[in-house]
Nanobody, 115 residues
Framework: QEQLGQSGGGLVQPGGSRRLYCVVS????????LAWYRQAPGKQRELVAGISPGGNTNYADSVKGRFTISRDNAKNTVYLQMNNLKPEDTGVYYC?????????WGQGTQVTVSS
């Protein structure tokens, strides 16, 4: 059973940047599709960005051009680089390995964008 450990959240001012990290253990990391989701207060969890085993990426329209997902198979780590953060980016961010239905989730990390 894979385990996902997240880090990198916190309080950020509007326009600022933050990088999220997710280390995946207990599986063959390079074979997995990975993704970042977020859940804002009172809203459903939504897909922010995904990356395939081959490195193809996809993004929610709301973050295109500002966020970048990447993976380092040697370190079993998936990253989410967030630039030009907006208050509406506030929420709990979760990494996922293997898809939302059958995959595994990180513990979540709070990102708050506020002045």
């Amino acid at each position: 059973q894979e385990q996902l450990g997240q880090s990198g959240g916190g309080l950020v001012q509007p326009g600022g940047s933050r990088r999220l990290y997710c280390v995946v253990s207990g599986t063959i990391f390079s074979l997995y599709a990975l993704a970042w989701y977020r859940q804002a207060p009172g809203k459903q969890r939504e897909l922010v960005a995904g990356i395939s085993p081959g490195g193809n990426t996809n993004y929610a329209d709301s973050v295109k051009g500002r966020f970048t997902i990447s993976r380092d198979n040697a370190k079993n780590t998936v990253y989410l680089q967030m630039n030009n953060l907006k208050p509406e980016d506030t929420g709990v961010y979760y990494c996922n390995a293997g898809g939302p239905a059958m995959g595994s989730w990180g513990q979540g990390t709070q990102v708050t964008v506020s002045s």
